[in-house]
């Protein structure tokens, strides 16, 4: 691919499917389901990139970062390995498994690093142990040529590729992880064969973005978001929100439902006919966080330790429904997707434009 | 004077076989170019004494008038350009500064006019204004994203000073004196009714227009004239003037014909005396000592209200702009160098400053870089023509926009740029009773509210066709611009692309 | 009923409500070639002082002299409303132009007297009304 067309150096816009599953009781299940569920939504996605986010899958290593990386080179990689070692012990390391498979093309090495933040480094930086990790992840990516950490939290992992969603999933061997949460993602950009770092589901620390949509605020929330530190080395959408909701939710300390009402935030028609203290509230959260709100279509599910957000823009201009059964809470771009996995489903419910629908294990987890 | 070097340099074209000679020309121009010859009863015109001003053309019932361009002209010269010729005559005659008006209109780039929008296709929806909310209201003053709780987790939402606009225009600064009572009423009623903001300029609030305060912002320039604390008290924010864009660097000279009766009072000052406003305030050489001014003006209105700090935009204006951040201010106007003025030195209004398009790029850029962009609010001014203009200034980092010329415009004004000899046609940039009575409030500010709505209404056309339905998403969104026919530099400094990129 | 007001502090002394309102009982649209060349007798008249101007007008009061003091019953106020003079019974006697206190009636360019029926049959409303340039004039309850 010509290096000047891939993200970073462009920006790219697409439509896309998303879909995800969630067991509030925290009961694992198999990475089969995800998949049976974006196959469904085919037509949402047009090969250029497909994935998913597993949280709940590194039960053994569960203290420790799971780093999922990209190289491009053996240089990148031994370079990357140098970086790590300075700044981590590394308690596991292995090429993360795939299948070999015509439909998936061109892939770069994919390494797993299970590490935990060196104590004297982490002293010395006077930073909390994820900023320390964030930043470190930041460095990879911006630094090391040819080498893109795509996955960084605990306890949870990004699979993703160039290719169907369906045929990204077995190349991964989704099937043989068990997990509390599943989201997928199928991609559809307007140009360009997407690069492998480029597709969804976005992730930094604990929290996992698949995203349908286009928005318009881009430039906006990037920029915001570059004043606090975050590099957008992607031009994707999915980055930068990614990093918003990192940023709302882990630096700033809002809630979810708080982080719904900043980047979808209600319409000022609706917040003057809230009830004080409401009011107030809402207006104290848009003036404060105005360059945070996200404006133009998505639908968006948000994985994080714990729990996931399903959330459509504030016009519900893409489109995103929600069902139950049981334990099981699911999210997808059509309804269709949750049929695939459980056709007799309890209720479905179609969020309204900017209604967040967060769901939390039970116990707390 | 043996010889008049100074020809005139408009005609008067009158059309005789419509002219009914009913002598509204003559009646309505102070400068008394018409006169009407009894024995042939045929109007005539001194076109030595017009400025272009186009009162009589406007009222003239039969449409038998035109001012032209004298065709009469120098030698051509590329170099020597009649108005530099005319110039030097004038300074040869008087011996004297040239003084001009309103804002600079010699042929620099207007950047506005090389910048393109961007438009929603296929990939995502445009939103149509007339079937969604397309939001404009903007709060303008200092963000913090430090959240309070209280023992239950709810957020405690923090009351900081701030203004709300319901769109992101504000009347910017015109001083009661260099402009009429009735111009500022209806600023000041237009501005009620939009839920927008005027702002006083620096000759005071005249006691009967105290009612808008929620509308009004009071200015503190170098002149301090009319500042007492229930001056201060009595608006939304207070503005501390350092510079304006017409003339940065220097300060004001109204002089004492104006200054009689409510203009002397409101401004505290004796009839008949110069309002003099030195270039620099006397107690503000240094950054350090524009923050004591800052805490002055906070201390006095118990920290309720936001403190504005207005400069010139000049070469060094993202460093200036920073370092004003950090001294206490919650919005920070920026006056580019097209702004315009009731009388400046002419070479200086043509020649000092930098535009507003480059000045607002570059301090948004400065203040995210250094991360304080949230500790102000940026207000972009200095000829905002349209609302393109508007979009275009909001989507290269600016909260708001100031309009001063365009509020006049639609007053009346007809950019003669005359204001100086304070014999305005149009009742604007006078004090003589007869001529200021030319301009009715109540027709005025029903013009101004017209020209703010019509403007709401093409920013919300705009911004939905680029899929933004909120003001916020559009500040500082530069993906939305394109440059045509820009260097790659002006492309960097202006942070955009260039179209086709 | 709908009078028409004059606020002096807004007049300018343009003159213009005169040539408009010559204009609408010459009827035509173009000024020029209705009043060219021509001295109009307007119904509204500009009383000029030397800070003071204002326009002047019939104010259709309430107990008319110029009613009462009509020989013919030329001029008649229906009810509350407008007075109006009846040009086929009026014998140019002048009497009602000099009992009106406010100089509100003059001789007529066709004979007869003229005064300010408010524009009554023109759709629009009263011409001097519309063509005030500075909001001078208003016609209101």
């Known amino acids: ?61 569960k203290e420790y970062y799971a780093l999922h990386i990209f190289y491009e080179r053996d240089a990148a990689k031994t370079e990357t390995e140098r970086f790590l070692n300075r700044h981590f012990d590394i308690i596991n390391l292995s090429k993360i498994p795939t299948r070999q498979m015509p439909e998936i093309k061109d892939e770069p090495l994919i390494w797993r690093y299970f590490v935990q933040p ?83 589901p976005f992730a930094l620390l604990d929290y996992s973005v698949v995203h349908n949509g286009e928005i318009s605020s881009y430039d906006t929330n990037r920029q915001a978001m570059e004043m606090f530190g975050y590099h957008c080395s992607l031009q994707t959408d999915t980055e ?81 429904v929600t069902a139950e059964k049981g334990d099981f809470f699911y999210a997808a771009s059509e309804e269709c997707a949750i049929r695939a996995v459980e056709p007799a489903l309890d209720g479905v419910y179609a969020p309204k434009g900017g209604e967040p629908v967060i769901m939390t294990l039970e116990n707390g987890e | 004077m043996a010889i008049e070097y100074q020809y005139p340099e408009y005609e008067v074209v009158r059309d005789h076989d419509r002219c009914i000679g009913c002598r509204v020309c003559e009646r309505q121009c102070a400068n008394c170019v018409h006169a009407f010859i009894e024995e042939k009863e045929r109007m005539t015109a001194d076109e030595s004494k017009c400025v272009n001003c186009h009162r ?27 108005q530099l010729i005319r110039e030097v005559y004038r300074q040869a005659d008087t011996g004297g500064v040239l003084l001009s008006s309103m804002g600079n209109p010699q042929n620099h780039p207007v950047y506005f006019d090389k910048i393109l929008i961007n438009a929603s296709q296929v990939t995502n929806p445009s939103n149509d204004p007339l079937r969604e909310p397309v939001e404009t209201r903007v709060f303008l003053g200092k963000k913090s994203h430090r959240i309070e709780r209280d023992g239950r987790g709810a957020i405690l939402p923090k009351i900081m000073p701030s203004l709300q606009l319901k769109v992101p225009v504000l009347f910017s600064a015109m001083s009661y004196g260099s402009i009429s009572y009735n111009a500022h009423e209806a600023l000041a009623r237009a501005a009620e009714a939009l839920g927008i903001c005027y702002n006083t300029g620096e000759g005071g609030l005249h006691e009967d227009l105290k009612k808008y305060g929620k509308n009004t912002i009071v200015q503190v320039a170098s002149g301090r004239f009319g500042v007492h604390v229930d001056y201060l008290l009595s608006g939304a924010a207070i503005e501390i003037k ?9 300060g004001g000279h109204l002089p004492g014909s104006k200054i009689f009766g409510d203009v002397a009072k409101t401004r505290m000052i004796p009839a008949g005396a110069d309002a003099i406003s030195p270039a620099p305030h006397h107690d503000i050489y240094s950054i350090e000592d524009l923050r004591q001014l800052i805490y002055v003006l906070k201390e006095a209105t118990a920290y309720q209200k936001p403190v504005i700090v207005k400069i010139a935009a000049v070469h060094n204006i993202a460093a200036i702009a920073s370092g004003i951040a950090r001294s206490g201010a919650d919005i920070i106007a920026i006056d580019g160098f097209r702004g315009g003025t009731g009388a400046a030195p002419t070479r200086i209004r043509d020649n000092v400053g930098i535009p507003i398009e480059l000045a607002v790029a570059s301090v948004d850029r400065r203040l995210r870089e250094e991360g304080i962009r949230n500790e102000v609010s940026l207000l972009a001014g200095g000829s905002i023509r349209s609302s393109a203009d508007i979009v275009k200034a909001v989507a290269l980092g600016a909260d708001a926009v100031y309009i001063a010329t365009a509020a006049l415009l639609s007053l009346g004004c007809h950019l003669c740029r005359s204001c100086h000899a304070g014999r305005c046609n149009w ?63 002006e492309l960097d400094i202006l942070g955009i692309r260039h179209a086709g990129e | 009923m709908k009078r028409i007001y004059v606020r002096e502090e807004w007049c300018l002394g343009c003159h213009l409500c005169e040539y408009y309102c010559a204009l609408a009982d010459r009827g035509g649209k173009d000024m020029a070639r209705q009043l060219k060349g021509i001295k ?29 003091s009509c020989l013919t019953g030329a001029i008649k106020k229906e009810g509350a409303g407008v007075v109006t003079v009846d040009r086929e019974k009026c014998v140019s006697c002048y009497t009602c132009i000099l009992v009106c206190p406010y100089g509100a009636l003059s001789p007529a360019e066709r004979g007869t007297v003229q005064k300010c029926e408010l524009c009554a049959e023109k759709p629009g409303g009263p011409a001097c009304v519309g063509h005030c340039p500075n909001g001078a004039i208003v016609y209101e309850e």
């Open chain 2, 242 to 250: 350092m510079g304006q864009g017409a003339k940065p660097g220097i």
């Open chain 1, 118 to 200: 060196l104590p004297t480094k982490l002293a010395g930086a006077q930073l909390d142990e994820r900023e320390y990790t964030a930043r470190c992840v930041f460095r990879i990516n911006a630094g090391i040529e040819g080498a893109y950490v795509f996955s960084s939290g605990k306890d949870m992992g990004v699979f993703k590729a160039v290719g169907y969603p369906e045929d990204v999933g077995r190349f991964y061997r989704l099937e043989e992880y068990r997990g509390y949460c599943f989201t997928a993602h199928g991609r559809y950009p307007t140009n360009t064969p997407g690069w492998w770092g480029g597709a969804h």
């Open chain 2, 427 to 489: 009742g604007i940039a006078t004090q003589v009773p007869e001529l200021t009575k030319r301009l009715n409030p109540e027709l005025g500010h029903a013009r101004l509210i017209n020209l703010v709505n019509a403007w709401e209404h093409e920013i919300k056309e705009m911004m939905g066709g680029m899929g933004i339905n909120s003001i916020e998403a559009l500040r500082g969104n530069r993906l939305m611009l394109r440059g045509v026919g820009l260097t790659q530099k």
């Open chain 1, 240 to 320: 930068v929100i990614a990093y918003m909701i990192d940023y709302l939710n882990r630096k700033v300390g809002l809630t979810f439902e708080e982080v719904a009402e900043v980047i979808a935030a209600p319409f000022w028609q609706t917040i003057e006919q809230k009830p004080e203290p409401e009011r107030q509230r809402l207006t104290y959260l848009r003036q404060n966080f105005a360059a945070e709100l996200i404006t133009g279509p998505f639908s968006l599910i948000v994985g994080f330790k714990g729990g996931m957000m399903a959330i459509n823009d504030r016009l519900k201009l893409r489109s995103m």
């Open chain 2, 56 to 82: 009589c053309v406007a009222l003239c019932p039969t449409h038998a008038l035109k001012i032209v361009k004298n065709a009469h002209t120098f030698r051509e010269n590329a170099n020597w350009s009649g």
């Open chain 3, 40 to 68: 109009i007798k307007p119904r509204i008249r500009i009383e000029e002082g030397k800070e003071v101007c204002f326009a002047v007008s019939c104010r259709h009061c309430t107990e008319p002299l110029c009613v009462k």
């Open chain 1, 1 to 61: 691919m010509r290096e000047e067309l891939r993200e970073g150096n462009i920006r790219i816009p697409s439509g896309c499917a998303v879909s995800g599953i969630f067991n509030r009781k925290g009961t694992r299940f198999g990475g089969e389901a995800i998949i049976r569920s974006i196959a469904v939504l085919h037509e949402r996605s047009n090969g250029l990139g497909g994935g998913f986010a597993a949280y709940g899958i590194y039960p053994e290593y």
